[in-house]
């Protein structure tokens, strides 16, 4: 399939089953495309202007789970259309570049997969995706990604690390409350987001020249995102280390203060 066909399916496509083509083989095509304003979404999982509040406790209670899973399937899905608009609008004019995006096609599989398992297990507990409003919040950074780097850095080394954090924490909050299948789930997620990342520390490694990674990092990512949107409130170490970042870079991040509500809870209801 062609690379430009298989990404605007995803994008263009306003159905579950055109977000989740698969791709049994990739030709290298030529296009042009400019980032839509909205992924095409219609039906049940359309964006809404309604706010949907992400619970802060009671996971006892099946509603809540599900409001949960929903939330993360979400994140799941727009992660999956920010990766087949990375497909199309960066070149691959060189092997390297080539390799970067199958690298983006490997983490856009990934993603697909989870939120798949998301929206199963939602099922399984009585409800399905979209009974809860969904929000477009990563989408608004998809015009941040003017250059390959930027992209690394917003999503693999921001969004993705932090869900290092988050994949973990919830992961025993469920398992705390005795729901062990959706535990399982993030913890498949969790071990998948270390490559993810490691994916971009690697090309961030190779193109930041002299710099070090944590200097490279803050050059490109860009405002008004800042370092501390990379972890949640509970700092993993050992995932980032498995993700291959340098010590300097681990220490930078966890150090890394800022007025961001999530990194300064205290706790978690």
Not at 212 to 221: A, C, H, R
Request: hydrophobic fraction near 40%; proline fraction near 3%; aromatic fraction near 14%.
């Amino acid at each position: 399939m062609k690379l430009s066909d298989f990404a605007r399916t995803i994008l263009e496509g306003d159905t579950l089953k055109s977000k989740l083509l698969d791709l049994d083989s990739i030709e290298f095509d030529s296009f042009d495309y400019d980032v839509p304003k909205l992924p095409s979404r219609s039906g049940k999982i359309a964006f809404s202007k309604k706010q949907s509040r992400f619970p802060k406790g009671d996971f006892h209670l099946v509603e809540k789970r599900a409001r949960a899973l929903n939330a993360f399937a979400n994140h799941e899905l727009l992660a999956t259309e920010i990766m087949a608009c990375a497909l199309l609008i960066f070149p691959h004019n060189t092997d390297e570049l080539k390799r970067f995006k199958r690298g983006i096609i490997k983490s856009l599989t990934d993603e697909q997969k989870h939120f798949s398992l998301y929206s199963n297990r939602m099922n399984d507990l009585g409800f399905e995706f979209g009974d809860f409003p969904l929000n477009d919040f990563f989408w608004k950074h998809m015009h941040q990604m003017k250059t390959p780097s930027e992209y690394l850095a917003i999503m693999a080394l921001t969004f993705e690390a932090a869900n290092l954090d988050f994949a973990h924490f919830y992961e025993n909050i469920f398992r705390e409350h005795g729901d062990i299948k959706s535990a399982n789930i993030l913890k498949v997620v969790y071990d998948d987001e270390i490559s993810h990342v490691g994916f971009g520390v690697n090309y961030l490694n190779l193109w930041k020249q002299d710099k070090t990674l944590w200097e490279y990092y803050n050059e490109v990512l860009p405002f008004p995102l800042t370092p501390a949107r990379s972890k949640g409130n509970l700092f993993v170490e050992q995932a980032r280390v498995k993700s291959k970042m340098d010590n300097d870079f681990i220490q930078n991040v966890k150090d890394y203060r800022s007025d961001f509500n999530v990194i300064n809870r205290k706790g978690w209801s």
